[in-house]
Structure formats: structure tokens, C-alpha cells
Nanobody, 124 residues
């Protein structure tokens, strides 16, 4: 079974940094789109960043460009989201999601195959 488990969330002051991790198991890690989404109470889901595991191509939302960076470690099957200069509006439940195949600039509109339960990030 596919399992995605996030970690690394927490409470941080504005301007601070956090690194989120997403451990994956149960599927072949190559040829997958691995993405981070976030959802705040009362708001729609927002695609934060995405990476194609096979070649490392990335996409990021305009709201996080220059502050967040997505990466993956193929050997450990772990997805990362390095977040810096955090703002109160970054407060949300962050979760990772996976989808077979490649993606393009409209990656956030794709239907993903699996997602994790999420990790809470609070900037205050």
C-alpha cells in the first residue's frame, strides 16, 4: 500500500524557517510527481511546490517563490520542503501527494493518486 507520512511542522515566529519531510513507501519512487499542498481553515487547497522524481524538475507557486524550496532524496524516498522567511499567511496544514507520471505548469490542478495526513505549520 502507498504510504506518505509528513513530519517537521510546528510553531515558528514570522521570519523563521522549517523543513518538512515526507517519507514515501509502497510504490516505485521514480516517474512520479511529488508535491506539497497546503490548506488553511476556510480556504481552498493551494499547491505549494512540485517535483518530478526522475529528473528533479520543479514548480513552485508564486506565493512561495524565493522562500520555499522543494527537493527529494531518491535513496531514502523522502520529499522535502525547505521553508524560510515564513509569514503568518503560510499557516496551514501541509501535506504531500503523489501521482504517477510527469507534470507541467498546471500540476496543482491534477488529480493525485495518494496523499499523506499532513503536518501543521503555524506562523505566529
Amino acid at each position: 500500500d502507498v504510504q506518505l507520512v509528513e513530519s517537521g511542522g510546528g510553531l515558528v515566529q514570522p521570519g523563521g524557517s522549517l523543513r518538512l519531510s515526507c517519507a514515501a513507501s509502497g510504490f516505485t519512487y521514480s516517474n512520479h510527481v511529488m508535491s506539497w499542498f497546503r490548506q488553511a481553515p476556510g480556504k481552498e487547497r493551494e499547491g505549494v511546490a512540485s517535483i518530478y522524481t526522475s529528473n528533479g524538475n520543479t514548480y513552485s507557486a508564486d506565493s512561495v517563490k524565493g522562500r520555499f524550496s522543494i527537493s527529494r532524496d531518491i535513496a531514502s524516498r523522502t520529499l522535502y520542503l525547505q521553508m524560510s522567511n515564513l509569514k503568518p499567511e503560510d499557516t496551514a496544514l501541509y501535506y504531500c501527494a503523489s501521482k504517477v507520471g510527469m507534470c507541467g505548469p498546471n500540476w496543482s490542478k491534477l488529480r493525485f493518486d495518494s496523499r499523506g495526513p499532513g503536518t501543521q505549520v503555524t506562523v505566529s
